[in-house]
């Protein structure tokens, strides 16, 4: 059974930084590329970065991007998300995804979810 | 706003038909990303539904269809139930922000 596992959410001061993991168990790792997708309380989803199966290729949604970093370590089947800068408008569930592997160039989406963590900003 | 535009709400009643339409434009949906539908009944994570139109993942009923067409897609739910109340999310990608993309949810009420 795929499971995603974050931790490190919590309450930060604007201008902080807080770091995000994530776990993975019970599928190979480094045969998928992840995602994190987050979600404000109450409001929608927003994509925030993904990361190649092997961390060479990384992308950042525009509203973090020079602010937070994604990286993985695929000896410890692990995801992290190192926020910085942070803002009000950062407070949201933050998801660690698994993206589906990409069987056409116009299939991308995401089959697993982990159970979010909460980053809240405030001060 | 959300770059792909859902309702913000439907109902039904049990055992009705309901749909739930996901606009975009011709940088995601009309340019031929595929579409995506997530389920996330309340206090939990949000769930793969659909895929790639109009697939159905291992485990999801068939009450659930999804179809696509130009620069819209829409899920179908018959049956309802009231286990099916909970938020509805589209997703594609954009090719000209390099993104992946969600509609803002709609809300189903099972009446």
């Known amino acids: 059974e795929v499971q995603l596992v974050e931790s490190g959410g919590g309450w930060v001061q604007p201008g902080r930084s807080l770091r995000l993991s994530c776990a993975a168990s019970?599928?190979?790792?480094?045969?998928?590329?992840m995602h994190w997708v987050r979600q404000t309380p109450g409001k929608g989803l927003e994509w925030v970065s993904g990361?190649?199966?092997?961390?060479?290729?990384?992308a950042y949604a525009d509203s973090v991007k020079g602010r937070f970093t994604t990286s993985r370590d695929n000896a410890r089947n692990s995801l992290s998300l190192q926020m910085n800068s942070l803002r009000a408008e950062d407070t949201a569930f933050y998801y660690c995804?698994?993206?589906?592997?990409?069987?056409?160039?116009?299939?991308?989406?995401?089959?697993?979810w982990g159970q979010g963590t909460l980053v809240t900003v405030s001060s | 706003q959300s770059v792909l535009t859902q309702p913000p709400s439907v109902s039904g009643a049990p055992g009705q038909r309901v749909t739930i339409s996901c606009t975009g434009s011709?940088?995601?949906?009309?340019?031929?990303?595929?579409v995506q539908w997530y389920q996330q009944l309340p206090g939990t994570a949000p769930k793969l539904l659909i895929h790639?139109?109009?697939n159905r993942p291992s485990g999801v009923p068939d009450r659930f269809s999804g179809s696509k067409s130009g620069t819209s897609a829409s899920l179908a739910i018959t049956g309802l139930q009231t286990e099916d109340e909970g938020d509805y999310y589209c997703?594609?990608?954009?090719?000209?922000?390099?993104?992946?993309?969600f509609g803002g949810g709609t809300k189903l009420t099972v009446l």
């Open positions: 995804v698994r993206r589906a592997p990409t069987v056409t160039l116009n299939s991308h989406y995401f089959d697993n």
């Open positions: 019970g599928f190979t790792f480094d045969d998928y590329a």
């Open positions: 990361i190649s199966w092997d961390g060479v290729s990384i």
């Open positions: 011709s940088s995601n949906v009309g340019t031929g990303y595929d």
């Open positions: 790639d139109n109009n």
């Open positions: 997703q594609s990608y954009d090719s000209s922000l390099r993104a992946w993309v």
